[in-house]
């Protein structure tokens, strides 16, 4: 029970110990105390109590509950925290500052709330999940986000990625960071399996030929270029995991660089970590092709904006963005309706990083059923609220006032 608490509500529990004094008046002010505990601002939940703990209490530390008791994307976080190594769960658990983005990612998606319309035949919706992105088909509009190093969950690390995606035919981005070389990942595609290939600069900023090659080499259809880390994370909850904080890194990236890796190559250049309407409007005037809206997990900038928020920001203010060139966007998708609600506003695909590192705990029985839970609460979500079809999700679906839940 302990080692989770901090997940759990610190609220009022069955087994809270409550004070007691035969004295009126201060019995009056203990129970006025324990009020405004109840009444403040509602606790940060990460894997909300679904019952989960009640089931997978049992299991020992360093276990892996049944996949087949696994029953939504929170409970594979829940699993690989149970069973993974302190410094490997925190690796893909880690985020920056005091973390106040990686929970907003997360909360973000319950402050607006659903309109659901009802009497419409949405007995044919999950035939319209199906999306192309950059041109290549694919059967959700939702992928694998670059995550480095899948080896700190499993020995066949992002095998389990590619071969998921493949066999369920998403899209995964590979990290440049990822355990495995770009030819090992690309050797286990499936044939005309499409990948993206993300990239970071060196700290020259200059893309040798060596990793352009490599790159083209593997097949990838479009390189995912990250702009949002000039500069190294303030991870805390890392740097206190291994005894230090890392020498201040740089890295020299800007819109000059990006027109020279587009003169070299003939792949897309898609910019991933954009944030701003300002920048998103930069990315059209480039001609950039698409652009990956992301705060990467909350692990660079903290209190830098949800994807949601800014994706919301362009539908307010500059809407025709959505027209000019694709849009995605990730961070803190965790159910159906996080990514019905990007769509609604025009995204064109979203992506989840953690979620898929935490259920490689499970190999790629684990990937695969994390990519067919999420397929499978789009479409029911979809039918409950009314959406037709859903490469045309209609923004009036969701309430873009926000609600007050999250108080
Ligand atoms: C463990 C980990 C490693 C990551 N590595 C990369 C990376 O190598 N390149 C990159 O562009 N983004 C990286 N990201 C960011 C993800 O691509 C993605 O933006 C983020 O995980 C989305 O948030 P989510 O984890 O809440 O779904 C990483 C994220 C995590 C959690
Ligand atoms: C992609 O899907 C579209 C619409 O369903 C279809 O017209 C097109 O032929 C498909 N492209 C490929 C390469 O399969
Ligand atoms: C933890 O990460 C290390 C790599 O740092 C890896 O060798 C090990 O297998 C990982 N542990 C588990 C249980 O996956
Ligand atoms: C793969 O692509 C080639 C040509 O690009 C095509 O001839 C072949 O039918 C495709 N195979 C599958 C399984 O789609
Ligand atoms: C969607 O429909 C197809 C058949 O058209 C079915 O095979 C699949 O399981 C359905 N998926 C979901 C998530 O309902």
Not at 35 to 50: G, I
Not at 217 to 234: F, R, Y
Request: proline residues 6%.
């Amino acid at each position: 029970m302990l080692r989770s608490s901090m997940y759990m509500c610190p609220g009022l529990r069955d087994n809270t110990y409550l004070p007691y004094t035969d004295s009126p008046i201060a019995m009056k002010l203990i129970l006025i105390l324990l009020s405004t505990q109840v009444l403040a601002a509602r606790p940060f939940l990460e894997e909300p109590d679904t019952g989960l703990e009640s089931i997978f209490g049992d299991v020992q530390l360093g276990s892996l509950p049944d996949l087949k008791s696994i029953v939504g994307l929170p409970d594979f976080q829940w699993a690989a925290r149970n069973y993974l190594p302190l410094s490997n769960f925190t690796y893909y658990r880690n985020a920056a500052g005091g973390e106040w983005s990686y929970r907003n990612n997360l909360e973000v998606f319950s402050r607006y709330s659903l309109r659901p319309r009802f009497m419409r035949d949405v007995t044919k919706t999950n035939r319209t999940m199906q999306t192309s992105i950059l041109g290549y088909n694919f059967s959700a509009p939702f992928f694998i986000s670059p995550t480095a190093r899948a080896g700190f969950g499993h020995p066949d690390a992002e095998l389990n990625y590619v071969r998921a995606a493949a066999d369920q035919d998403i899209l995964y981005i590979p990290s440049l960071r990822a355990t495995l070389s770009i030819e090992e990942i690309a050797a286990a595609k499936s044939p005309n399996q499409t990948t993206f290939q993300q990239l970071y600069l060196p700290k020259s900023g200059r893309l040798s030929d060596e990793l352009l090659k490599q790159i083209e080499g593997s097949g990838a259809k479009a390189i995912v270029l990250t702009v949002d880390s000039p500069a190294n994370g303030d991870r805390q909850r890392a740097f206190r995991e291994q005894g230090n904080i890392p020498e201040a890194e740089y890295r020299y990236l800007t819109w000059d660089t990006y027109n020279e890796i587009v003169s070299r190559t003939d792949l897309p250049v898609v910019l991933k970590g954009i944030s701003s309407v300002a920048d998103a409007r930069e990315a059209v005037k480039h001609n950039v092709p698409a652009i990956f809206l992301s705060n990467h997990g909350g692990r660079q900038l903290d209190t830098a904006p949800s994807a949601l928020e800014v994706a919301l920001e362009i539908h307010e203010e500059a809407p025709e963005i959505f027209e000019q060139l694709e849009v995605y966007a990730d961070g803190g998708v965790r159910y159906g309706t996080d990514v019905i609600k990007l769509l609604a506003l025009g995204v064109k695909a979203v992506g989840l990083g953690r979620p898929f590192a935490y259920a490689n705990v499970y190999g790629f029985e684990g990937v695969k059923k994390a990519i067919e839970i999420m397929k499978r609460e789009i479409a029911v979500d979809a039918a409950n609220l009314g959406v037709v079809d859903l490469q045309n999700v209609d923004e009036s679906l969701v309430n873009w006032k926000p609600n007050n839940w999250n108080q």
